[in-house]
């Protein structure tokens, strides 16, 4: 088979509204198949029957001609590393799935996962503040299984899913959000503490149990029953727009106060990302961050949304093994981390 190649995917073009502080919007879709065992709790004969039936579903059909088919199996652990660090795949899928396999259109807009914690989980993610347009993405592909497979439903519980907290419209939707100024402040507690009290949660780049690094944070709904997939992309919309509101506050009185400052953290950290020989992935997140909010505001006009979106991609360990080819280890890593950041910073440049 083929191996996976890095490629720019859909989200980090660096396009869509509020892109100074909203870097992507995902929305997810669970589905199971009516009469089937959990992925959880089935053999790997019953996902194998699954994963057959959905790939009898799709073969021939114009609509998923567009799309490239990977089975879990089939890809390296670097590989399937990369599509988590791309947020293509879940870790589940690349650690844990049973006849695990991805479909992904070639723009990495839309993928679809199979036997996953869930029969198929469809999602779409797209760059800047597009949730709507996002779970329009999302609906498309989900009407077109369901007309062929029957889903798990229940006329009051909704869509039937593996874990109970994805019951009912079984969607979630996501935001990925810069917010440097609210953290470096000290104001983000204030806003992280209240979400979950509206029904939604705040995480790392990577999902749940994973920390917030270059100043990025992931705020999700946590509610799907009891609500329509309207209601909660409308209610995260809202929640989101205060937060850009007080982000937006928070930088400008910065930005009164330290502007010098703020200007030399920017070039320094452009500096540094331009001619470092070894470089952790935890400072490399932060030097962009630092590059990310200089530009935002106006004070270095070296650097575009798509390059610092290609550099929080390309210098995570998955993606680095997959443009150097091959496995390396830690230290490896961290030397190869620069070579790759200065060859992206000069191709911008070129």
Not at 231 to 243: A, D, F, K, M, R
Not at 318 to 328: I, K, S, V, W
């Amino acid at each position: 088979m083929k191996q996976l190649e890095f490629s720019l995917s859909r989200w980090m073009d660096g396009g869509g509204p509020e892109t100074d502080i909203v870097i992507s919007s995902r929305v997810r879709a669970a589905r199971n198949l009516e009469g089937h065992t959990f992925p959880c709790l089935a053999s790997e004969e019953e996902t194998g029957d699954v994963l057959e039936k959905i790939n009898s579903t799709i073969a021939g059909k114009k609509d998923f001609s567009e799309f490239l088919y990977w089975p879990m199996g089939q890809l390296s652990e670097f590989e399937k590393q990369a599509l988590v660090e791309k947020h293509l795949i879940s870790l589940f899928l690349a650690r844990e799935s049973k006849n695990g396999a991805l479909l992904l259109r070639r723009d990495e807009a839309v993928s679809v996962m199979i036997n996953e914690e869930d029969h198929l989980r469809i999602q779409a993610i797209l760059p800047g503040l597009q949730l709507e347009e996002a779970w329009q993405e999302t609906e498309v592909y989900d009407d077109l299984l369901e007309n062929d497979l029957e889903y798990a439903f229940h006329e009051n519980y909704g869509y039937l899913t593996a874990c109970p907290t994805n019951i009912g419209t079984g969607l979630r939707a996501s935001v990925m959000l810069h917010l440097p100024a609210l953290i470096v402040t000290r104001q983000i507690n204030r806003y992280l503490g209240a979400l979950s009290q509206i029904g939604l949660t705040a995480r790392g780049v990577y999902g749940e149990g994973t920390e917030i690094i270059g100043n990025l944070v992931q705020v999700s709904n946590q509610v799907t029953l009891g609500q329509s997939e309207e209601e909660i992309i409308s209610n995260l919309y809202s929640v989101i727009g205060q937060v850009i509101e007080q982000e937006q506050n928070a930088r400008q009185a910065l930005l009164d106060k330290k502007r010098a400052d703020l200007a030399d953290k920017a070039w320094r950290a452009l500096g540094i990302l331009e001619h470092a020989q070894i470089m952790s992935s935890q400072e490399a997140m932060q030097l962009i961050s630092d590059l990310r909010l200089g530009h935002d505001l106006g004070l270095i006009k070296l650097v575009n949304h798509k390059l610092l979106n290609e550099l929080l991609v390309l210098i995570r360990p998955g993606c680095l093994q997959l443009l150097a080819g091959r496995e390396l280890n830690n230290s490896e890593r961290n030397i190869e981390r620069p070579v790759q950041v200065k060859e992206a910073l000069d191709r911008y440049k070129e």
